[in-house]
């Protein structure tokens, strides 16, 4: 152990010495630094700002006038997702998938405010959040560290000398892995304290510490990696050359191939086809405005049947509003089909990318690190679904003021003239039937059991790693 800590100083001094590992590290930290604080700042606005829209949005529901039950049907409303205290770090999905919906009867809308979407393409590239900086950035600069660990010991002749000493290779090559690590963690010392900001706001102390451990794997597999090829190479120039293809090919190709591959493996309906195929369903539903429709005829004659009369004007409820339950709940479970079919085949999607994760670790690091911080897919899709369903209800819950509150008489007539109008409006109590809105995380179990699969992918790394280095020290042998 006294070896390898001398090793570690000594390779810390020639850093110092230098000054090019010392300008790198610094360079690396403080764009770590400045990443994680001014996107800690953006999604800190981000979270107050859509808290009040969303209750402004639920107010404004709320204070609206007398109206005609189907008149706030249209009206709508929307709700709005928090970012994860993790998203400061992490923000996953949420810049590509949207942040608020529009929530209205007899449509189901998609997320807005994409803030890639939104986004030129330079915009895009300049999007430098931290967990981009320390999944592919940080690689890179570990690079420029230690890409000569070894080999300017095989190029000044030091090697031998050491190994003719008595030095042990497993030593020698721990106490410069050492070094490396430590080095790479200054770098990863903001994420520490912005995770440690994220539990102060909230999230669980077993999500931040195992988010922060994934990272330290993903740290620990690529000084592996620097430390194996300078290991192996006869000159700093080739193992430089080497490194960089590997980070191409390891941070931008193989992911990129992941995503291509997924999308031809498990292809998906293009939106125009989808939206194609949905219309041509819901002609056959019917049209939930038109109560003469020949859909509803069954539903027309199940309710003259069941209270005994003969015609819509005699029920004791209004039929109108009972046509609008119906064909909204025969609407939604259509749009719900469709819904589900696109939501899983965008899962089928990411979950063969995500099996690229045991061919580079940046796809293993990316996947556990959105799991984690609940900023992936599933998680957007719970969104998804947690808005439709308070859609339905808000508006089935009108509808059924529509039916119950408002004569039949008053409502066909409701465009006579403007007593006739009036007469067709509810008394604005009855908007209390909206609930509110709160989109939370999913629950820390939830989270690390879904990240499990990746925290595996990253264990792996590892192991190869371990067997890289110990086929390097054979092969310096």
């Given at each position: 152990?006294?070896?390898?800590t001398?090793?570690?100083?000594d ?11 010392a ?11 400045v ?10 606005n ?7 829209m969303?209750?402004?949005?639920e ?12 008149r706030m ?5 929307y ?8 998203s ?32 030129s ?6 999007s ?7 999944q592919?950035?940080?690689?890179l ?15 000044a002749?030091t090697?031998?000398i050491?190994?003719t ?6 030593h020698?090559?721990?106490g410069?892995y050492?070094?490396?690590?430590s080095s ?18 909230g999230?669980s ?16 597999v ?7 090829v300078s290991?192996?190479?006869?000159k ?11 980070w191409?090919?390891l ?11 997924a ?9 125009l ?6 219309l ?6 019917g ?6 429709d ?5 539903l027309?004659?199940?309710l003259?049947a069941k209270?005994?009369v003969?015609?819509v004007?005699d ?9 609008a ?7 939604t ?6 819904a ?6 965008e ?5 063969i990318?995500?099996q690229?994760g045991w ?8 996947s556990f690190?959105?799991?984690i911080?609940g ?9 998804l ?6 859609r339905f209800?808000f ?6 003021v ?8 008053a409502d066909?007539n409701r ?8 007469a067709?409006r ?5 908007w209390q ?17 879904r990240?499990?699969?990746?925290g ?8 190869a790693?371990?067997l ?6 054979r092969?310096?042998?």
């Open positions: 152990m006294i070896a390898i001398k090793i570690t100083w390779e810390w001094r020639f850093w110092h010495r230098t000054k090019l590992a300008t790198i590290i610094v360079i690396g930290t403080l764009l770590t630094i990443s994680a604080i001014v996107n800690t700042v953006e999604m800190q981000a979270k107050h700002e859509r808290e009040h969303q209750q402004s949005s107010a404004k529901f709320l204070e609206q006038p007398d109206r005609h039950p189907h049907v249209h009206y709508g409303h709700v709005f997702r928090s970012p994860s205290p993790l400061i770090i992490e923000p996953g999905v949420d810049s590509f998938t949207g942040t608020s919906i529009f929530l209205e009867g007899h449509r189901q809308n998609s997320a807005m405010f994409s803030d890639q979407r939104q986004a393409g330079m915009t895009r590239f300049s430098l959040t931290p967990s981009f900086l320390l592919v950035l940080v690689p600069f570990i690079i420029m560290i230690g890409y000569a660990s070894v080999t300017r010991e095989k190029e002749g090697l031998n050491m190994i000493q008595g030095v042990n290779l497993w020698l090559l721990m410069k050492l070094a490396l690590v790479a963690l200054l770098m990863l010392l903001p994420l520490v304290i912005a995770a440690i900001w994220a539990t102060i706001n999230e102390m077993v999500i931040t510490s195992s988010f922060v451990a994934g990272y330290v794997a993903y740290i620990f690529w000084c592996g990696i620097v430390l194996t290991a192996l190479s006869q700093s120039s080739a193992s430089f050359v080497t490194l960089a293809c590997l191409i090919v941070c931008i190709l193989l992911p990129r191939i992941g995503s291509s591959s999308a031809a493996i498990a292809p998906s309906q293009g939106k086809e989808a939206d194609f195929a949905m041509e369903e819901l002609r056959k539903l049209d939930g405005h038109d109560t003469s020949p859909a509803f005829e069954q027309k004659q199940n003259l209270y005994d003969s015609k004007e029920l004791p409820l209004n039929f109108r509003g009972a046509v339950q119906f064909s909204e709940k025969q609407l479970e259509l749009l719900n089909k469709f589900e079919k696109r939501m899983q085949e899962l089928a999607q990411a979950n990318a995500r690229f061919l580079t670790p940046t796809t293993a690091i990316r690190s959105m799991m911080s900023t992936s897919l599933e998680t957007h899709h719970r969104f679904r947690e808005a439709e369903k308070l209800d508006v089935q819950s009108l509808n059924k529509h039916q119950d509150t408002l004569s039949y008489q066909m465009n006579k003239d403007a007593d006739s109008t009036n067709a509810v008394d604005a109590s009855n039937v909206l609930s509110s809105f709160s989109f939370t995380p999913d629950t820390a179990k939830t989270r690390l059991t990240s499990m699969p990746y595996i992918q990253l264990l792996f790394w590892l192991g790693i371990g890289c280095l110990r086929f390097a020290v092969r310096i042998c």
